[in-house]
């Protein structure tokens, strides 16, 4: 019994030593394939890498280079405005009544004095003919005083006369002056009323606006027309705060009408002292000529101040690569291959364009990259 006891517990202790080895060398086997993973896994990488560098596989390509340098440049302020008359007038009449005759459209240009429209005028015709007929009576009647007046101022130097004559023909005489300067005002008032029935032109321009018809009713200080004098015109610009400072009367901006195509220089007529609370920006007033009244009020306008100079980098445009809403410039690195970067631009002057950021002074970069230029691409020039 104790012989086969032993001979079981043999057994078994021989069964674990046998587990323990497989184990081991399972273990050692599961090692040695991650070490082989991972060189099989650095050697594949590097090789993958080599192949795909670009440009590793390509000839220079021949390309104009240029080195980005600083540049002094004009520094403008732009601000949007609006073009308004040199004038603008609204006629209309002092008194009430029909109207009887509209004379011009709109869009007609008129001239100073020139008759807009007549109002309805019998009764007031019927006044000037009273106030006509009541100076002719006093004209007669002042005729017939001062016939009396040298008449008794005679006897009287004669002595046939009494002081008290002279006196009562003296007094009647001077009433009677006075009443025939009454009927002459009373005359000039009524044609003065007159002239209330017709609406004149108080400027030379154009009729822009009608606001009556034969047959209404005009009344005391109602508008009946617009009028607009564009010999000269007005630009309004609303500039900012931060660039209205230093801006005074008698500078010049320039001033683009985009619609007539005119980019003319203007000079700066008035810079109103008060902003606007709301926008915190201040209106600036240019003056154009406008002899032919090409340009119209309220045409949309863009105007330009020169604030002085600033230096900055420009590139020709054909040194901008575009990628959907990126722009770039190719730059040469050390291996004299071109690297795209990506720049923000600013502004166009001259023809070129200024690069705010991504590309440095003394970058040299392709003047014009050929199509289908790539990243990494070697180059010589």
Known sequence: MRTEARGAR???????????TMARKTWLLVVLVV??????????????ETADRPGDDLAPVRVETAVAALERVPVIVEATGSVEPWKRISPGTKIMGRVDEVLVEEGDRVHRGQVLARLERRDL?????QAEAAVAMAKANLANMEAQYNRIVALHEKG????????DVTAGYTVAQAALQQAEANLNAAKVMLSYAEVVSPIDGWVVRKMTEVGDMAAPGMPMFVVEDLSRVKVTAQVPESDVTGLAPGQQARVRIDVLDLDETAD????????????RTFAVQ??????????????FARVSFDRGLR??????????VRRGQLRGVFVLDGENRARLRWVKLGREIDGRIEVLSGLAA?????VAPPPGFADGTPVED
Not at 11 to 18: A, I, V
Not at 125 to 129: H, L, N, Q, S, T
Request: hydrophobic share 35%; aromatic share 6%; glycine share 12%.
């Open 10 to 20: 043999r057994s078994t202790n021989d069964l674990r030593m046998g587990e323990t």
């Open 35 to 48: 070490i082989l993973g991972f060189v099989f896994a650095g050697c594949g990488g590097s090789s993958g």
């Open 125 to 129: 015709d019927a006044a000037v003919r």
């Open 160 to 167: 046939s006369a009494t002081q008290k004559n002279l006196e």
């Open 268 to 279: 700066i007529w008035r810079v109103v002292p008060a902003g606007d609370p709301r926008s």
């Open 286 to 299: 240019l003056v154009l000529k406008n002899p032919e009244g090409t340009i119209k009020s309220n045409m």
């Open 311 to 320: 230096e900055t980098l420009l590139v020709p445009g054909t040194a901008i």
């Open 362 to 366: 003394g970058d040299r970069y392709v």
